[in-house]
Every structure is written in C-alpha cells, then in structure tokens.
C-alpha cells in the first residue's frame, strides 16, 4: 500500500490584477505529496513556482480548485500553522541569536519554551550548527544562515514543509555540500518536503518525484517519479538512469 497522502492540489488556478490588465499565473494545477516524501517542482522562471508554494502553505487564497490536507478540504486560513514554510530568503532577525532565532517559530506558535528550548539546543548538531548557538546572523556564512532558517522550520514540527529555492543563492561548491546534508536531515526527521528549485540535477538528486511547470499561465506538463537508490551519494549523480532522468526533465522544459 503506497503512504499516505499529506497534501494535494486539485486543479488550482490564481490571476493577479496589476496596472489594470490580469495576469493569469496558475492553471488547472494539481500535485500531491506523500507521508515522508521528497517532491521536487521545477519551472521556467515566473512560471508561477513561489505562487503555488504560497497557496499551498495557506498565505494566499486560490481562485479556482481545491487543497486538501489528510483527504479533507482546506482553506487557506486552516492551512497556516499546519505547513511548514521557508521563503527564499533566510529572513532572519540580526538582533537574535542564532538559538533565539530557530526559537522563534515555536515561540510564535505559543509552544512550551523551556521544552523547545531543549530541543533546539540538542538539534543544532543534526543541522551542523553546534557551538554557533550564540553567535548572530552577520557573523555566519550563506550556508550556515540557510541552515539556521531550515532548523527554525522543522522545529515548528509540521508534517509538511515547503522550501522555495532554500539553495538558490549559495555558490556552487556550498549548494553541493547542502544538497547532501539537507538530504541526511530530511532522512533523520522524516517529514514530507516540497521543494521548488530551477536546478535541474539538484530536482533529481534530492526527490521521489518531480512535476514540471510550464510557462505562464502554468500547468503541470509532466509528473516523474525518480527511481534512484537512497542514500544518495556524488556516484548517484554518475549512474545512467541519473541522466535519463536529467534528460526527460530538460526535454519536458523545452530545453
């Protein structure tokens, strides 16, 4: 029996009025994510990829279609708090700490803090964070602000957590690194991750299933699932039904 699915979109679209003319960003979009799952979604840039994100976690209101959390219908308003969300910047707050701002999704969600506290401090090794409790944001690297921002999401605990392109702006030499270690996190906390990333490779090596955007208005013009060994390793990225995949996916964007 497959798992469960957590969370799934049924045909949503979403236009925006700007200046007087409607620009019609997603059409008849429907996905899903399983229990422990790892979904990639890639697209042409504003193909409409932070739009979804945004719907699915609650913060904006679809106009057409449906989410539905567990099986059941969700609005947007019951869907904030139940999804976890990381933007594309880290938005941390430079006058906290790093252990108080990983502490501040709990706090804002009214959490027992001496517990989460607790928790934080022993998860800080799992994000490679350990001795950089006390130290502040201006002071870390890219790579060490981004696992900051992805441990303060997966201490709010959702079963759900969205990432809009949380490696996008590092080099090429740390998105690697990160690539593999958000890969072990995801293994050791086993929650379901949906991931939007224009990078092609970093789809298929992290993911069990990728969808393709199209341009805008977007529409999902292929779903793929990735049927590649875990742990994932730099030998993975060498096998030959790596590069199928990478190909299919390319030949999907029109590339």
């Known amino acids: 029996m497959p798992p469960e699915t957590i969370l799934a979109a049924r045909r949503l679209s979403k236009a925006f009025r700007v200046d007087?003319?409607?620009?019609?960003?997603?059409?008849?979009?429907?996905?899903?994510?399983?229990?422990?799952?790892?979904?990639?979604i890639i697209g042409p840039s504003g193909s409409g990829k932070s739009t979804l994100l945004n719907i699915l976690c609650g913060l904006l209101r679809a106009d057409g279609g449906e989410i539905l959390f567990h099986g059941e219908p969700a609005t947007d308003r019951a869907l904030l708090g139940r999804i976890g969300y990381m933007p594309q910047k880290d938005l941390?707050?430079?006058?906290?700490?790093?252990?108080?701002?990983?502490?501040?999704?709990?706090?804002?969600?009214?959490?027992?803090?001496?517990?989460?506290?607790?928790?934080?401090?022993?998860?800080?090794?799992?994000?490679?964070?350990?001795?950089?409790?006390?130290?502040?944001?201006?002071?870390?690297?890219?790579?060490?602000?981004?696992?900051?921002?992805?441990?303060?999401?997966?201490?709010?605990?959702?079963?759900?957590?969205?990432?809009?392109?949380?490696?996008?702006?590092?080099?090429?030499?740390?998105?690697?690194?990160?690539?593999?270690?958000?890969?072990?996190?995801?293994?050791?906390?086993?929650?379901?991750?949906v991931l939007v990333t224009h990078d092609v490779e970093e789809a298929v090596f992290l993911s069990d299933r990728v969808y393709v955007l199209s341009p805008r208005p977007a529409r999902v013009v292929q779903e793929l699932a990735i049927d590649l060994p875990r742990p994932r390793t730099r030998d993975t990225t060498e096998a030959p039904r790596f590069a199928a995949y990478r190909s299919a996916l390319l030949e999907a964007l029109g590339l």
């Open 92 to 193: 941390l707050l430079p006058w906290r700490s790093v252990l108080e701002n990983v502490l501040l999704g709990p706090e804002l969600m009214g959490r027992d803090m001496a517990a989460a506290r607790q928790e934080a401090a022993e998860a800080l090794a799992h994000f490679d964070l350990a001795g950089f409790a006390e130290d502040y944001p201006a002071t870390l690297s890219g790579g060490m602000r981004q696992r900051v921002a992805l441990l303060r999401t997966f201490l709010c605990r959702q079963e759900v957590i969205l990432l809009d392109e949380p490696l996008g702006a590092l080099d090429a030499l740390t998105r690697l690194t990160l690539r593999r270690w958000l890969l072990d996190v995801w293994a050791e906390f086993r929650r379901t991750v």
């Open 20 to 40: 007087g003319r409607i620009t019609h960003a997603l059409e008849d979009i429907s996905l899903e994510a399983r229990a422990g799952e790892f979904v990639s």
